[in-house]
């Protein structure tokens, strides 16, 4: 089962404030982007962030799940508790590279 068009609205709106938000649908589910930087993934209308040291102190009490077949385990983002899920967007939009940009062959 994949994540509704609803679902995946309802969270960039939850996480718009001081960025540009927008999703692409990858993979089956989708991913959004904070300023062009892949911070979520949206799997089965559940939200995930992964698993690094610099969000762990925000996440300790959160859920956990593996996103998909042969992924690592995330952590699970309640997208309505929206003052943790801007802390933690705001932490990983600062950490996140920007996505290379692909050679053309």
């Known amino acids: 089962m994949s994540s ?3 679902f ?3 969270v960039c709106e939850q996480i718009r404030g001081n960025y540009a938000v927008r999703y692409r ?3 089956g589910d989708y ?3 904070t300023n062009d930087k892949p911070v979520l993934l949206v799997c ?3 939200v995930y962030v992964k698993k690094l ?3 762990e102190d925000l996440m300790t009490d959160a859920e956990c799940g593996i996103p998909y077949d042969g992924a690592k385990e ?3 983002l309640d997208v ?3 003052e943790r899920a801007n802390e933690v967007i705001k932490i990983l939009e600062e950490i996140t590279p920007l996505p290379k940009k692909k050679k053309k062959s």
């Open 44 to 46: 089965d209308d559940c």
């Open 80 to 82: 309505e508790d929206t």
């Open 25 to 27: 649908k990858m993979f």
């Open 4 to 6: 509704t068009v609803e």
């Open 53 to 55: 040291p610099q969000i």
């Open 8 to 10: 995946i609205e309802f």
């Open 31 to 33: 991913m959004v982007y």
């Open 74 to 76: 995330h952590y699970i």
